[in-house]
């Protein structure tokens, strides 16, 4: 009996002594294929576990929820802004600068940050600051500054504040000219029908001593991102100032900001002008409602006609009336 106690209890050692090291070198194993000390360990444990050996985790921030109604989250306020003035037309001489200012106020009920940059006008317009935080109510202004390029022409381009826009256009002229041009826009209220005329006035203005000078007149259609949609192009003998007007055809033209130029071009001599205008919808006619009125019209000259007439036809029977009573029997 002792005997086979002692034979279990030797059995049981031994299989205790041949597994532990099977137990060691698996564990060893599973160790080293989880990457070992102090490294990441992922899905040693299971498929969704994740766990450092050796690190401190650090929690984890979920991004931003964006704002439901009755729910938390962070929400980007409103942008509800004015800014004044809406458009810049400039003239500048080579090798001169000028600075603008632009007020902006903060409509709304909030602190907001708002951007400020410029488009189509690199090297051109510089904004003296990128951005600007305004209180709700409070008003700030910032200055552009507005250079040559070391180039005469019309540049177009804007000034973008916040979701505003600032329109800008650029006429660099020559530093000593001997003629100056303007162009204006006669349209009412600088708008043009989609499809009607642009109607302009042109004036050509000799600076010094009358001078016969041929005068070429480039002509030219463009929008605020410097895209040219119309050229024109005449030449004209001047010695004195000069006014006539000018159409253009803007058949062509989608709805939007325009601006028309003038570059007066003689020798060692550009004068550039512009002035802005917008193409808008037409307002289709009513062709019933203006049958409606003409026959309403008509009705009421046929009327006064008929009571010219009866008044006429009345004051000649008076006439005959008193011709007969006064006549001698």
Known sequence: MKWKMKKKLILIFGIIFLVLPLISSLDSELYQSCGGDNELVIDCLGDEELFFIGQET???????????????GTTTPTININVTPTEFNINLALGTKIEKTI??????????????????????????QNSLYLLAGETKTFDVAF???????IFTGKIIVGNKQVLVTLNIKTKLLLFDSNIVVLN????????????TQV??????????????????????????????????LVEKQVNFKKNFDTGGLPIGEYIVGLELIYPNGVAPSSAHFEIITKIPIDFANLIFYLIIAILIIAILLVIMLIKKRGKESSQKQILKTNSPT
Request: charged share 20%; no cysteine.
């Open 58 to 72: 650090s929690p984890v921030i979920p991004p931003p929820t964006p704002d439901t109604p009755g729910g938390g």
């Open 103 to 128: 007020t902006v106020k903060n409509l709304g009920t909030t602190a907001i940050n708002i951007s400020i940059k410029q488009t189509n006008l690199e090297g051109l317009a510089i904004p003296r």
């Open 147 to 153: 250079i040559d390029k070391n180039q005469t022409g």
């Open 188 to 199: 009412k209220g600088y708008q043009v029908p989609q499809g009607d005329v642009l109607k």
């Open 203 to 236: 004036t050509l203005i000799p600076m010094g001593d009358p001078d016969r000078l041929d005068l070429t007149l480039n002509y030219e259609v463009k929008d605020y991102e410097g895209k040219v949609y119309l050229t024109q192009s005449e030449t004209l």
